[in-house]
């Protein structure tokens, strides 16, 4: 037998170290901020430095590397895909 994965759209943003730019406005979509602000987003801190980022989950807290995609589900849930792995699964969908 074969099967094809249903088609889902999903929002997601590339995490390039930052969420804000040099003056201090955030440039990530509404959802990543909202879930920075109720952490389950977060950054731990080196020094007082915040320098990785983390998703809060039920299960433990995953880590999020440069470069990896942040993705938000229909329910809520977030997630992180390595590029390659993204780029696989999904495409840009029409806004």
């Given at each position: ?5 249903k088609?889902?759209?999903v ?10 730019n ?10 990543a901020?909202?879930?920075l602000?109720e952490?389950?987003?977060?950054f ?5 430095v ?6 809060d989950?039920p ?5 999020v590397?440069?470069?990896n995609?942040?993705?938000k589900?229909?329910d809520?849930?977030?997630y992180?895909?390595r590029?390659n ?11």
């Open positions: 037998m074969k099967f094809r994965a088609p889902i759209e929002e997601a943003f590339q995490y390039d170290g930052d969420f804000t040099s003056d201090g406005e955030f440039y990530v979509p509404q959802w901020v909202d879930a602000k952490d389950k987003l977060y731990n801190e080196l020094n007082g915040p320098c990785e980022l983390f998703i989950t299960e433990s807290a995953v880590h590397a440069l470069d995609y942040v993705i589900a229909d809520g849930t977030l992180t895909l590029p792995v993204f780029e696989k699964l999904y495409e840009r969908a029409g806004e």
